[in-house]
T-cell receptor, first 113, second 114 residues
Framework: SQTIHQWPATLVQPVGSPLSLECTVEGTSNPNLYWYRQAAGRGLQLLFYSVGIGQISSEVPQNLSASRPQDRQFILSSKKLLLSDSGFYLC????????????FGPGTRLTVL | AQSVTQLGSHVSVSEGALVLLRCNYSSSVPPYLFWYVQYPNQGLQLLLK??????LVKGINGFEAEFKKSETSFHLTKPSAHMSDAAEYFC????????????FGPGTRLSVLP
């Protein structure tokens, strides 16, 4: 069976500090991978998606970047965090090539102070 | 392109009452539709999905949804609400084979009153 991991689960960072959130999928190969953000009381905002190693599409220009160094690893980064980067970050994956559902990780709660 | 609207950002029902969460979609191709549930500080969990096999789809936890093409709707229902159903519910649509256009609605928060 497939599982998706995210870490850390919670993170408190000062403004201006760097960020690295990691997402790893097990039990599948060549998934499409996604990063979403939920601000407090808001819906899902798609940040990045990837269809393969080194292939990143950005949906919203902002203070964040993403990388996919391995097939089942997706990393969300920032060089300098802003207060507005606070939120709940969700990673998701999907089997490519079909009308399939997205599977979500447990999320990372980021608070920027 | 696809889009999703969910009428009512917050719905309250009494325990044991009917749950009805509304979802309308827009799609230029035959849609595939999904309902997800999110409990506080957790990821999203799939409740059910429509992939053209049957218009009435049954999911987990007693939920079901009916695809109505003429109304471009995919409303979620449950005959009798339980306290544990209190959560955020998201409707989503995709219309392609690569998952690149997976669009979520804004969500509806369901409260269940004792």
């Amino acid at each position: 069976s497939q599982t998706i991991h995210q870490w850390p689960a919670t993170l408190v960072q000062p403004v201006g500090s760097p960020l690295s959130l990691e997402c790893t999928v097990e039990g599948t190969s060549n998934p499409n991978l996604y990063w979403y953000r939920q601000a407090a009381g808001r819906g899902l905002q798609l940040l990045f998606y990837s269809v393969g190693i080194g292939q990143i599409s950005s949906e919203v220009p902002q203070n964040l970047s993403a990388s996919r160094p391995q097939d089942r690893q997706f990393i969300l980064s920032s060089k300098k965090l802003l207060l507005s980067d606070s939120g709940f970050y969700l990673c998701a994956w999907i089997f490519p090539g079909g009308h399939n559902e997205q599977f979500f990780g447990p999320g990372t709660r980021l608070t920027v102070l | 392109a696809q889009s999703v609207t969910q009428l009512g950002s917050h719905v309250s029902v009494s325990e044991g009452a009917l749950v009805l969460l509304r979802c309308n979609y827009s799609s230029s191709v035959p849609p595939y539709l999904f309902w997800y549930v999110q409990y506080p500080n957790q990821g999203l969990q799939l409740l059910l999905k429509y992939t053209s096999a049957a218009t009435l789809v049954k999911g987990i936890n007693g939920f079901e949804a009916e695809f109505k093409k003429s109304e471009t709707s995919f409303h979620l229902t449950k005959p009798s609400a339980h306290m544990s159903d209190a959560a955020e519910y998201f409707c989503a649509v995709t219309g392609d084979n690569y998952g690149q256009n997976f669009v979520f609605g804004p969500g509806t928060r369901l409260s269940v009153l004792p």
